[in-house]
T-cell receptor, first 109, second 116 residues
């Protein structure tokens, strides 16, 4: 089967760095994406990893290791506005999508 | 600007009525669109994959006859909640990939359904 696991909640302070992990079990996939969703809003795309390694986009970076079956989203210089839910999405080799349950990030002053 | 538009953004209906939600790709053609449901304080849940010109693929546990999906054109998919009940009250969101295998999905603004 295919599944994604990520922590349900993470708390950090302004200015800090936080890493949200996403572990998966699947036989094959195209890539791993990350989305941000604020309460009451639609998700927005953050990053995508098709290959192993780090993808950097400003304060946000995403990492994938196929050999270790995990990826992570790294948020640097945390700001209050980063408080949101973050979820990983696996793009399966059959064109299917598998969603993580989301990680609620709370940024404290 | 938005590349996927959803309508209506909110709707209130009486129990037993049907509600149709539209999802449009604005500047690209989408052979595939995805429909999700999200209850308060919970994660996004994929309901079904809408395929242009063919039947939708439903996730396990989602009633096909309850949630009718039609993908009649390359820019429009509709979700109809039939005989809605209060437990169907939720936030419904659609998404579409603009480019294949880029991992980037564009989401509609969402439709909040309240069934009285």
């Amino acid at each position: 089967g295919q599944s994604l696991e990520q922590p349900s909640e993470v708390t950090a302070v302004e200015g800090a760095i936080v890493q949200i992990n996403c572990t998966y079990q699947t036989s094959g996939f195209y890539g791993l994406s990350w989305y941000q969703q604020h309460d009451g809003g639609a998700p927005t795309f953050l990053s995508y990893n098709a290959l192993d390694g780090l993808e950097e986009t400003g304060r946000f970076s995403s990492f994938l290791s196929r050999s270790d079956s995990y990826g992570y989203l790294l948020l640097q210089e945390l700001q209050m506005k980063d408080s949101a839910s973050y979820f990983c999405v696996l793009e399966g080799s059959q064109g299917n999508l598998i969603f993580g349950k989301g990680t609620k990030l709370s940024v404290k002053p | 600007g938005a590349v996927v538009s959803q309508h209506p953004s909110w709707v209130i209906c009486k129990s037993g009525t049907s509600v149709k939600i539209e999802c449009r790709s604005l500047d690209f053609q989408a052979t595939t669109m995805f429909w999700y449901r999200q209850f308060p304080k919970q994660s996004l849940m994929l309901m079904a994959t809408s395929n242009e010109g063919s039947k939708a693929t439903y996730e396990q546990g989602v009633e096909k006859d309850k949630f009718l999906i039609n993908h009649a054109s390359l820019t429009l998919s509709t979700l109809t909640v039939t005989s809605a009940h209060p437990e169907d009250s939720s936030f419904y969101i659609c998404s579409a990939p603009r480019l294949v295998n880029t991992g980037e999905l564009f989401f509609g603004e969402g439709s909040r359904l309240t069934v009285l």
